[in-house]
């Protein structure tokens, strides 16, 4: 399976995992924090390893000179990580050619930090968030047009506004899940109490079920466990709101087309909040299982040596998993919504 490192290198003394009350320390690659890595001869064999596929690590002038060539500037996080610990020459150079990207990619680079931590660790996130926008448009579509027939452009802003609500559900089922790069300090509180233990507990758990460990950052059984009800969590909190929005949207339209004119073929107006809850338990326990089965099998498929040698390999099955994933999970809703009582 393909290695996914931190993405600052992080020397032997700063791999013990902090106390609950310390901020300090720098965890990159993708996903939160796990527990200390070991120590004795496996960490010069790590460094080596990671050395030779993510090349040597930049100190502080080398990185000032690379970007000074480049005429690109560092956000702060990153400029304090190459002052502090250095920063492997890959992931230097992975940033500035995305920064360097045409619009909108390098504005969204410089001005959005959730797009690109994940970009800086997994290359391919903008990839797998079009496939399953355009997969999941292009079958919604299909399904609006058998369904309302010749009533399709009459009824448009009903699609429309299905359509819309699902992007984000679109970009929130892959996001969730996402690889993730930390740089800097962690921006968990250092104050006790409830909350503040649940936030470092959670900012310590996988981005998924089947991340990948790297040097200096390992995952627990039990972390994994309890990622997959975080995430379950998660994906419930954002079908429950998306479902809010896009039924109640359905809903005032419907309504209001009704009162200017009726017709004795009109269904039903479905139950709001009924409908918000399925969406929310659809999500947190299928779509969660779904989507971390896939991160899991992408994973591997990224990592065999069919796909090192022919990138093209991931990519075909990242669609078609997803293809296979999006018409399972339609149909499986339908069943849901007809047994919940809401269809």
Do not use: H
Request: with cysteine; net charge neutral; hydrophobic share 40%.
């Amino acid at each position: 399976m393909r290695k996914l490192p931190c993405l600052f290198w992080t020397p032997k003394r700063y791999r013990v995992r902090s106390s609950p009350g310390d901020d300090g320390g720098i965890n990159g690659g993708n996903g939160g924090g796990g527990d200390g890595g070991g120590g004795g001869g496996d960490d010069g064999e790590e460094d080596e390893a990671e050395e030779k596929e993510f090349g040597p690590i930049l100190k502080f002038d080398e990185v000032m000179k690379e970007t000074e060539r480049r005429g690109i500037a560092l956000p702060e996080d990153m400029l304090e990580a190459a002052k502090s610990v250095g920063i492997r020459k890959l992931f230097l150079l992975r940033y500035l050619d995305l920064q360097g990207s045409v619009w909108p990619l390098g504005f969204l680079m410089r001005t959005c930090t959730m797009l690109r931590n994940r970009m800086l660790a997994d290359p391919s996130f903008l990839f797998k968030v079009g496939t399953e926008i355009a997969i999941d448009s292009c079958c919604a579509t299909f399904a609006e047009v058998q369904k309302r027939g010749e009533d399709f452009w009459s009824e448009f802003e009903l699609y429309a506004a299905d359509l819309l609500v699902g992007l984000v559900v679109d970009v929130a089922l892959v996001g969730l899940l996402a690889p993730y790069a930390r740089i800097g300090k962690t921006s968990v509180p250092s104050s006790t109490g409830l909350f503040s233990g649940l936030k470092r507990s959670c900012a310590a758990l996988p981005s998924s079920v089947f991340e990948a460990e790297r040097p200096g950052c390992k995952f627990s059984v039990n972390q994994r466990i309890a990622a997959f009800f975080y995430k379950g969590v998660l994906y419930g909190s954002v079908g429950f709101g998306c479902g809010l929005i896009g039924q109640g949207i359905a809903n005032l339209i419907m309504t209001a087309k009704r009162s200017i004119k009726k017709s004795e073929e009109d269904v039903p107006v479905p139950p709001l909040f009924e409908s918000a809850a399925l969406w929310g338990v659809f999500l947190g326990l299928s779509s969660n299982a779904r989507y971390q089965i896939i991160n899991g099998l992408e994973r591997v498929v990224e990592g065999s040596t069919a796909a090192k040698r022919i990138p093209v390999v991931a990519m075909a099955f990242t669609v078609g998993v997803r293809f296979a994933n999006n018409v399972y999970g339609g149909m499986q809703f339908v069943d849901w919504a007809k047994l919940s009582g809401v269809q």
